[in-house]
Structures are given as C-alpha cells and as structure tokens.
C-alpha cells in the first residue's frame, strides 16, 4: 500500500486498514532490537510507541513525510530503543539519532513526544492514586462536565461553594502527587 494513502486512511479514520499496512514493519523493527540485546516483547512495547507516536503526527494536516514510511518508523524505533537502553544506563552511542536517519527537528520532535507521553503517564498514575472521592469529583467535573452545583447534589456536597473548595483541594492533591513522581523520576534515571 502506498505511503500517501496510509496516511489518509489515518485522516479519514480508517485506523484498522492503516495499522495492518503499518504492521508489516514490525519484523524489521523487531530484528533490529533483538539485535541490540531485546527480547519480543521490547521489541512490540517500542513498535506500539512508534505507531502511537506516527498516528499522532500523521493526524496533522500539516504533517509530511519526508522519507518512505517504513524508514520512518524504523528510525523512530531505533530512537526509542535507543532512548530506553541509555535509560536502563546501558552504553549507547550519542548519535543514534543520526544512525536511526532522523533529522534535528525530528529528533527534538520525538524527544518532546516521550517527555508528553511521559508526564501524562505520570499524571494519570497520579490521578489513579487519589482518594475515591476525590478522583470521582474530578471525573465529574472534566470528563462529564458537571458543574459545580450538580457535583453537590450528587455527591452529597452542602454547597457548591464547599464542592469548589474540596475541587481545588483534590487538584492540589494531584498536583502534589504528580511532583512527587516526576522527581521520582528524576531520581531513578
């Protein structure tokens, strides 16, 4: 299938056709990483990523490829195996990004993709980690958009002025949490 149409597909939102052409890379990819110490399933969680991170771009009208498509995706696989070896602290060499055929901006592109991907990783963990009510008040409001008012009835608030202040007591809580993870982080890489 051709490049130009595989994106399309992605733009009309015909994934599932996209994804099948898409996945007759993975066997190169998951050559590659055997290759550089990894197993199966290394090799499967970074094509996922790399698929995640092309369908994301791709969905942008302004997106173009500037190579064929399985070099892409095998470059960024290679960028993101890469980026998970020197994580683990194991040696790899600097100019990765280089041998994986990816320019600067892609580079820097991909480097800001893994710290979003990231950091909502951690903010859904933190999320997670809340107390029932509070991760329900929260779902209420953002998820399902009820207001403040609607909140205390249903969640036996005795105002909404209370349901507010226990709102920002919840956010405050997640964001406490989320530093918390993020150094976390920090510490372990």
């Known amino acids: 299938m051709d490049d130009q149409k595989i994106i399309e597909f992605i733009r009309t939102g015909s994934n599932d056709l996209a994804l099948n052409a ?3 890379q993975f066997p190169a990819v998951q050559k590659m990483i055997r290759a550089g110490g990894g197993g199966r399933k290394d090799a499967e969680d970074i094509f996922q990523e790399s698929l995640i991170i092309f369908l994301n771009k791709a969905r942008n009208p302004d997106f173009q490829l500037t190579a064929r498509l399985s070099t892409y995706l095998y470059g960024v696989c290679r960028y993101l195996w890469s980026d998970r070896l020197r994580r683990r602290q194991r040696h790899v060499p600097h100019d990765d990004a ?3 055929g990816l320019s600067p901006a892609e580079t820097a592109d991909l480097d800001d993709s893994l710290r979003q991907e990231t950091r909502l990783r951690l903010a859904e963990q933190a999320l ?3 107390k029932d009510r ?3 008040l929260l779902l209420l409001f953002y998820t399902q958009q009820l207001t ?3 909140i205390a009835v249903k969640m036996g608030y005795g105002s909404e002025n209370s349901t ?4 920002y007591k919840c ?3 997640a964001r406490t949490r989320l530093k918390e993870l993020e150094n976390q982080q920090l510490q372990n890489h």
């Open 164 to 167: 507010k202040n226990q709102k």
């Open 22 to 24: 898409l996945y007759r």
């Open 134 to 136: 509070c991760r329900e």
């Open 128 to 130: 997670n980690e809340l």
């Open 148 to 150: 403040l008012a609607a």
């Open 171 to 173: 956010i405050e809580s």
């Open 98 to 100: 280089e041998l994986a």
